[in-house]
Antibody, heavy 119, light 110 residues
Framework: EVQLVQSGAEVKKPGESLKISCKGSGYSFTNYWIGWVRQMPGKGLEWMAIINPDDSETRYSPSFQGQVTISADKSISTAYLQWSSLQASDTAMYYC????????????WGQGTLVTVSS | QSVLTQPPSVSAAPGQKVTISCSGSSSNIGNHYVSWYQQLPGTVPKLLIYDNNMRPSGIPDRFSGSKSGTSATLAITGLQTGDEADYYCGTWDSSLSAGVFGGGTELTVL
């Protein structure tokens, strides 16, 4: 069974850095791109970025370019999303999901990581 | 403002049919596959339709998708109270070189 397991909830202060993770299992991690989706409280889904774990090629939504960094370590089948300086507006649920390049879909999804940024 | 436009909400009675539209442009829907996602309250989004009109295993045939030009439609027949959820369309946008979602549609089964 293909499964994505994300790291636990985080509570951070503005200005702090953060790196959340997403570990894939049940499939060849390097065969599929993997990405991140943001959902702010009470709001819709926002496509953030994807990475090809095989060669680390990335694609970012213009809305998130320069705001976050996506990375992956294929040796441990894990993708990451990181911030260098969090803001209160980064408070959201973040989902990772496998991206089917060329077919334009996310499936399956991780369970989500809630990030809360508050002073 | 989302690149893909969906109605904020739709509603219908149990047993009825409802359609949810997703409008885009030639840089996204017009030239790329469309997928649909269902997000039940408090849960993780789930793939409902892929490749415009294909259902993953386990998705009932009450759910169907279609695409014409730069618009896509999700149809749900035989509505059940358990279908109450937010529904999102998604695709790739060649101009942005990134994926995009619609703003989401809240379905209420009256």
């Amino acid at each position: 069974e293909v499964q994505l397991v994300q790291s636990g909830a985080e509570v951070k202060k503005p200005g702090e850095s953060l790196k959340i993770s997403c570990k894939g299992s049940g499939y060849s991690f390097t065969n599929y791109w993997i990405g991140w989706v943001r959902q702010m409280p009470g709001k819709g889904l926002e496509w953030m970025a994807i990475i090809n774990p095989d060669d680390s090629e990335t694609r970012y939504s213009p809305s998130f370019q320069g705001q976050v960094t996506i990375s992956a370590d294929k040796s441990i089948s894990t993708a990451y999303l990181q911030w260098s300086s969090l803001q209160a507006s980064d408070t959201a649920m973040y989902y990772c999901a496998t991206w089917m390049a060329g077919r334009e879909r996310f499936d399956p999804w991780g369970q989500g990581t809630l990030v809360t940024v508050s002073s | 403002q989302s690149v893909l436009t969906q109605p904020p909400s739709v509603s219908a009675a149990p047993g009825q049919k409802v359609t949810i539209s997703c409008s885009g442009s030639s840089s996204n829907i017009g030239n790329h596959y469309v997928s649909w996602y269902q997000q039940l309250p408090g849960t993780v989004p789930k793939l409902l339709i892929y490749d415009n009109n294909m259902r993953p295993s386990g998705i009932p045939d009450r759910f169907s998708g279609s695409k014409s030009g730069t618009s896509a439609t999700l149809a749900i027949t035989g509505l059940q109270t358990g279908d109450e959820a937010d529904y999102y369309c998604g695709t790739w946008d060649s101009s942005l070189s990134a994926g995009v979602f619609g703003g989401g549609t809240e379905l209420t089964v009256l």
